[in-house]
Each structure stands twice: as structure tokens, then as C-alpha cells.
């Protein structure tokens, strides 16, 4: 078995289907997908190219791959889903086919294992039927969110209900006609101790108070139709019995939902940079330039040979966070999880980069290439920024 396969031979067999199902679905559909996203008449609504793939993935068998739980989903552990996310990755929007998106696949496996019965049957149900959408309200624009212990949202206790206000930002999928949920953190405590003031609570879409102020955009890019949202709550009120776990336990829940999350981005990054190569290794064979083909000049061979070493490397790296984190959890495994956030989107940001280079021109007008290229450097954001995780590593290792 190849160390790039998943670590069971059942999940290798997964592995070969999701494979199989990405080249004779997937990708034929691409083109379709892309003049759907690119109409103004209808970006924001759902592809309906896309929803035909998901109920083939499904009947398929390739549906909540990511989930560990084989009640709900696969049951394959972080390792074995690796590679399956990794070639998801290769089309920006191939992980909703499968149900497998985020920030959908963090909330379920926060509702999953941390929600209680009826909000497992009202919000968790739905969400792994894919029925409905969801988001994930962390990030303010008012406080350094990269230190999770700022968040400032206030979460009031009103008699039997929790009342809302503050600002959240960069909210993935809040643009989303079906996104029906958010999980919303905040300050429950502020008197408590820095780790135990934050919880989380399940607000629907449609309460009253909660608004859209605006789509954010990154580099051009607004990912319609589930969008970058900023968010307004204004005396949002929601019973007490949507809280999620424990009061105080929101920065731990934080925690557990990263963890998986990390790895999943970053074998989506791979799938990313991996595709960007295979790109530049056709152009450089079929492009010719001062009487040869790119392929037979010294610097294109020098970005191709340098970018299939960095994947490769990136790739066992996370591999190996991944059969950490299975072993150990998340505390075991929390310097090989903070070394592929490092590694991952800059080893991205330089293959996708070389690939456009390599096309010239047209790499700034590529159907792939300039949209990958801004996912990589989101992602050098997402789950916190470079600097955190450097810190966070050189200390562990300090001491």
C-alpha cells in the first residue's frame, strides 16, 4: 500500500470510488458549474448541476465521508478521510457533492458529539441529509480573533433565554439561501476565567435580529453562493436549551472543531497544489517558447521538479498529523497539526503561483488557477494565521 493511501483497506476501496466518481462526474462538470457561478441571475442560488451530484454521490455511497461516527457517517478515522479530502480538494466546490464542506463538517461534528437530543433531531438530521446549510460565527472585526480568548460578542441570560448583540465577519455559507443555522460564539462569563467565559449557542438564520450587513470579498473573490458574511445581531434572543454543552465551554468546543478541520484544509490545499502542478507539467510539454517546448528550459523544470518535492513533502506531513491526532487526540497531536498550517497553504500560495507564471498571461485569466491561488491565501488565515501557529509550535518546543 502506498503511505498516500488511507490506512485501511476498506478505505482504499472508498478512496478508488470517490476517485472514479470525481473523473467521470466531477470534473465533465466544471465548465456548467462555472457559468452557473459566473451569471449574476443566478450565482446566489444553488447549482442545480451540483445538487444532480449529490444525490449520485449518495446513492453512491460517497456521502458524510469526513465523519468518524459510522452511525452518521463513514466511520473512517482522520487518516483514512485524508487522501478522499485531498482529492476534493481539486475542484474548489467538489467537497458539498459529498457533503463534506465546510463549514457544514465542522458543525456536525460539534452537534454530533457535543449536542444534545433534540438539537441532534432538529439541526444535526438535516445537515447530514444535506438538506440544509450552516455557518460557523467566530471572527470579529472589532477584537484580534487570532487570540480566540477575544471574542466579545455578549451572550446576556434574560430569564429563560439567551439574548444576543455584537458583530461577527467572515462568516462562511451565512450567504447561503439554505443556510437554516449558525453556531454562534460568545460571551457568557465575562467575570470568569479567559478560557471559561465563551459558549456556544445554536441560532437559526431567521431569528429576528440577526442580519446580513454586507458580503465580503477576498481578492475579487466572494465564493457565491455561500459567501464570506459580516453579521449583525441586535438583541437576538434564543431559548437556553440552545446552548451547546456546558456554559463556559465554548474556547474547548473551539478547540475539538479545529482539530479534524485543520486537516481536512490542508489535504484540500494539497489536492489543490497537486492539480496546479499537473497543470504546469502540460503546459510546460505543449507551450513553446524560443524554439522549444517551457518543459526544456532549466527554470520551468526547476518549478515543477521543486513543487512536486514541496507537495510530497506537505502531503506526509499532514498524513502524519492525521494518524497523530487519531492516536492521540488533539492535545497529542497539536505541533504536527500547527506545523501543517504553517506548511500547507505557503507550500500551496508557491506551486500555484509557479503554475501561473508558467502560463503567462493566461494564468490571470485561468478558470482554475487565479481562484485557487486566493483559496490558498485565505487559508493562510483560516484557523488561525501563520503567526499563531509558529508561536504556539516554537513554544511547545521550548520547552
Not at 504536527?336 to 501561473?356: C, F, N, S, T, Y
Request: proline share 6%; charged share 20%.
Amino acid at each position: 500500500m502506498s503511505p498516500t493511501s488511507p490506512a485501511s483497506a476498506s478505505a482504499d476501496i472508498l478512496l478508488r470510488k470517490l476517485s472514479e466518481f470525481m473523473q467521470e462526474h466531477v470534473y465533465p462538470a466544471e465548465a456548467e458549474v462555472a457559468a452557473w457561478q459566473n451569471d449574476p441571475q443566478t450565482r446566489w442560488l444553488p447549482c442545480p448541476r451540483i445538487e444532480a451530484l449529490k444525490a449520485q454521490a449518495r446513492d453512491a455511497g460517497l456521502w458524510n465521508l469526513f465523519l468518524p461516527d459510522a452511525e452518521h457517517g463513514a466511520g473512517l478515522s482522520n487518516r483514512d478521510y485524508a487522501p478522499m479530502a485531498e482529492q476534493m480538494g481539486r475542484v474548489l466546490w467538489a467537497s458539498e457533492v459529498f457533503n463534506c464542506n465546510a463549514p457544514d463538517t465542522g458543525n456536525m461534528e460539534v452537534l454530533a458529539h457535543f449536542g444534545n437530543t433534540d438539537q441532534k433531531t432538529k439541526w444535526l438530521s438535516p445537515l447530514l441529509r444535506g438538506e440544509i446549510r450552516s455557518a460557523f460565527a467566530m471572527t470579529e472585526p472589532e477584537v484580534a480573533s487570532s487570540d480566540a480568548t477575544n471574542i466579545a460578542l455578549s451572550i446576556r441570560t434574560d430569564g429563560n433565554d439567551y439574548v444576543l448583540n455584537g458583530r461577527k465577519w467572515w462568516i462562511t455559507g451565512a450567504g447561503d439561501p439554505r443556510c437554516a443555522i449558525l453556531i454562534v460564539m460568545g460571551v457568557t462569563n465575562p467575570e470568569a476565567d479567559k478560557h471559561a467565559r465563551h459558549s456556544m449557542v445554536l441560532v437559526p438564520m431567521n431569528t429576528p435580529g440577526v442580519r446580513i450587513a454586507r458580503a465580503l470579498e477576498a481578492f475579487g473573490f466572494d465564493d457565491a453562493p455561500s459567501g464570506h458574511m459580516e453579521l449583525v445581531f441586535e438583541n437576538v434572543r434564543v431559548p437556553k436549551s440552545n446552548l451547546i454543552g456546558a456554559e463556559g465551554s465554548g474556547f474547548a468546543l473551539a478547540q475539538a472543531r479545529l482539530g479534524p478541520g485543520r486537516i481536512h484544509h490542508c489535504m484540500r490545499l494539497i489536492g489543490l497544489a497537486q492539480r496546479a502542478q499537473e497543470l504546469m507539467i502540460e503546459r510546460a510539454k505543449s507551450r513553446i517558447a524560443f524554439g522549444k517546448p517551457l518543459g526544456a528550459q532549466g527554470m520551468a523544470q526547476e518549478m515543477i521538479a521543486l513543487s512536486h518535492c514541496e507537495i510530497a513533502q506537505a502531503r506526509l506531513l499532514t498524513l502524519n498529523a492525521a494518524a497523530m491526532l487519531d492516536a492521540g487526540g488533539n492535545k497529542a497531536a497539536k505541533n504536527e497539526i500547527g506545523m501543517i498550517k504553517i506548511v500547507a497553504p505557503r507550500m500551496a500560495l508557491q506551486v500555484i503561483d509557479r503554475a501561473i507564471q508558467l502560463f503567462g498571461a493566461e494564468g490571470l485569466q485561468h478558470p482554475f488557477l487565479p481562484h485557487a491561488w486566493v483559496g490558498a491565501r485565505c487559508l493562510r488565515l483560516v484557523d488561525g494565521p501563520d503567526e499563531v501557529h509558529i508561536t504556539s509550535l516554537a513554544r511547545g518546543l521550548l520547552k
